[in-house]
């Protein structure tokens, strides 16, 4: 596998040309942040993620997490890697500047994420849940809670976790048993077993904040009776240090088939002492302030396998020899032309390709809308923006983790045998890989939140708000002759999507389990049009640039040719789900579950 190399000119692209970041500040009031201040981050985070965790990344799969005594041991380096990037105060850019935080916007941030986990995914895991942990307390948290926690967490000194899986429920959390119960100080003691909980115990941190989903005695039944709190390893002393240890345990560590070097872990809470954080009953809803943060995380996991599949098969494609083009030998002097002549193999990289830099520019817009929502001064844009990143983050986290998942696997095809050898690899990214469509809601969970909640429940308006801003777009662009091979399948698929939502609806009138059959295929081919439009909005971009003379045509030139691929090669993908979507229902579910035997 080559070393990785973080693509500062793409992110650049996205972040200052495409989306126009200091625009958006400058509208957000933010005026010492700006794309040269955003420039000297992405400088030092590759410098950071290139030299300090790719190296790492192999080794880490290779050793894994130790296990002993309820101690975990991260692979070597790990716990050395995390105490520099602490030094450089990566943790805080984000927090609030009242408890040790730079307060800087969630955009600002989202390429040191990619870069951060693409060098090194499991690593990532350490802070990433820190920051959802981080968020969590902030929206929900009082300030005796936000002043115990949040220094530390925003430093880095201490990490957070997500406690919601059960053994017996992971999707359906309306299940879920651990009990919480008023030890009559204003605390509740905790019993209950998590699994497969992600960096629950680790060596990197001297203290790990656990937010945790219970039940009060008496709870309603069902998601309604479930409350959120804060569950510390050890106590805090009162002065900013740890004190005794709590009564929550690592009792074991998973065996997994990839992000070996992540600790997943079964914790037990056995009375462990715990703080309500936000109302009795209400824990979901503050639970949502975490699990969208970590949604949009899965998201970047996706960009982060598609790059790698993309930069580590690009390599190869260059120097591997076999057969001749068809179009006659394009490396006369050698015994055999190098891969990257045949079609098939442009195919498995532009692919890759695509995925990786348009699931880049989907999940940096999330991070754009995340800044108007937090901070936008006036209601009605801070709304706006709120329902379309609501709409868009099922879309990102399911529809590009998928297509990292394909990416991810193009690389190892892409080596032929030598992809499914360890040196090279590309086997690891297809492991690694592998997790991001299960954990954080499933696609198939994603999709029924997408068409279930996000698009019939607003009776369309979720999607006809995005919708029109496509539809706009194209209007603009439409006198544009050089872009028409673009602008007109995007608006043709645009008007399908609102037609298609309509005639799902319909069904589902009829018959609410249609939503549940739709629901993967509809939000593939929402993903497929949504990165659409993106594509397009990027060969704008790229073409405003060579107009305007900015030069580094050959960047803007591949924009443009890569846009056109999507559209030629990609896009048409959506036509399928649409006619899986109007196979009906009735196949899927007219055999009885006895009837499936084999
Ligand atoms: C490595 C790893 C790390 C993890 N980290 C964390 C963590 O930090 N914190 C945490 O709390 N959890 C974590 N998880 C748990 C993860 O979020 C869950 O595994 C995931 O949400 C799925 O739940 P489940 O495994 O119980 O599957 P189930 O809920 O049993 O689902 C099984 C299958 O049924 C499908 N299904 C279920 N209900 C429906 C439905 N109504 N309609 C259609 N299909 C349905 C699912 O899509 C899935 O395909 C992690 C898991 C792993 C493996």
Redesign the pocket.
């Known amino acids: 596998m080559p070393d990785y190399k973080a693509p500062l000119r793409d992110m650049r692209f996205v972040l200052n040309e495409v989306l126009d970041l200091d625009g958006h500040y400058a509208k957000l009031g933010l005026e010492e942040v700006n794309s040269e201040l955003l420039n000297a981050f992405l400088e030092e985070g590759a410098k950071f993620a290139e030299n300090e965790l790719a190296p790492l990344n192999r080794s880490g799969d290779e050793e894994g997490c130790h296990f002993e005594n309820g101690v975990v041991t991260t692979p070597k380096g790990f716990k050395e890697a995390y105490a520099k990037y602490v030094e450089g105060g990566w943790p805080a850019m984000g927090g609030d500047p009242e408890f040790g935080g730079q307060g800087l916007p969630g955009s600002s941030s989202i390429a040191i994420s990619e870069m951060t986990g693409t060098a090194n995914w499991s690593w990532s895991m350490y802070p990433g ?1 820190s920051h959802g942990a981080v968020a969590t307390i902030e929206a929900h948290g009082t300030d005796e809670q936000k002043n115990a926690y949040l220094p530390k967490l925003t430093s880095g000194e201490w990490t957070g ?5 059960e053994p017996h ?4 959390l309306g299940i879920l048993k651990t009990k919480a119960e008023p030890q009559g100080d204003g605390s509740y003691a905790i019993t209950g077993t ?7 115990e680790h060596d990197m941190a001297e203290n790990i904040v656990h937010i945790v989903l219970a039940r009060l005695p008496d709870a309603p039944k069902g998601t309604k009776g479930i409350s959120l709190f804060i569950v510390p390893k050890f106590h805090t002393d009162g002065n900013g240090g740890v004190g005794e240890r709590n009564g929550v345990t690592c009792g074991s560590i ?1 065996h ?1 088939m990839g ?1 070996k070097a ?1 600790a ?1 872990c079964v914790m037990n809470f056995d009375g462990a002492t715990g703080y309500l954080i936000g109302p009795e009953n209400k824990g979901l809803n503050c639970m949502f302030t975490f699990m969208n943060f970590a949604r949009l995380g899965t998201a970047i996991q996706g960009v982060a396998h598609s790059e790698l599949g993309f930069q580590g098969g690009l390599a190869y494609a260059k120097e591997r020899l076999a057969m001749r083009s068809l179009a006659g030998p394009k490396n006369p002097d050698g015994p055999a032309d190098p891969i990257i002549v045949h079609p098939d193999v442009r195919r498995m990289l532009l692919t890759s390709k695509a995925f990786a830099e348009g699931g880049r520019a989907l999940v940096y817009l999330c991070a754009q809308l995340g800044d108007q929502v937090k901070l936008a001064q006036d209601d009605e844009e801070r709304k706006q923006a709120d329902d379309l990143m609501a709409l868009l983050t099922p879309i990102a986290k399911a529809f590009v983790t998928e297509v990292g998942l394909e990416a991810a696997n193009h690389g190892v095809q892409i080596y032929g045998g030598h992809g499914f050898i360890r040196e090279w690899g590309m086997e690891q990214n297809v492991r690694d890989a592998r ?1 991001s469509t ?8 994603q999709a ?1 939140d997408l068409l279930g909640r996000k698009v019939m429940m607003t009776q369309g308006q979720a999607l006809r708000n995005f919708t029109k801003i496509v539809h706009k777009f194209c209007e603009a662009h439409g006198d544009n002759a050089d872009l028409k091979e673009l602008i007109e399948p995007l608006a043709a698929y645009n008007k399908e999507w609102g037609e298609m939502t309509q005639a799902v609806g319909m069904q589902a009138m009829q018959n609410p389990e249609y939503v ?1 059959g739709a ?1 993967v295929d509809y939000l593939m081919y929402s993903g497929y049009v949504t990165l659409a439009y993106l594509w397009a909005r990027m060969a704008a971009k790229a073409q405003e640039q060579i107009a305007a003379g900015a030069g580094d045509e050959d960047f803007y030139k591949a924009k443009i040719s890569t846009a056109r691929f999507y559209f030629k090669r990609l896009l048409p993908r959506a036509a399928g789900h649409k006619g899986a979507i109007e196979g009906g229902l009735d196949c899927m579910m007219e055999l009885d579950a006895e009837h499936f035997a084999f």
């Open positions: 849940l976790t997500m406690c919601l899986t429920c992971g999707s359906d998590k699994i497969f909980i992600s960096a629950g998973e997994k992000i992540s997943t997790i299960l954990y954080e809601g499933t696609t198939g969970i029924l549940g629901a």
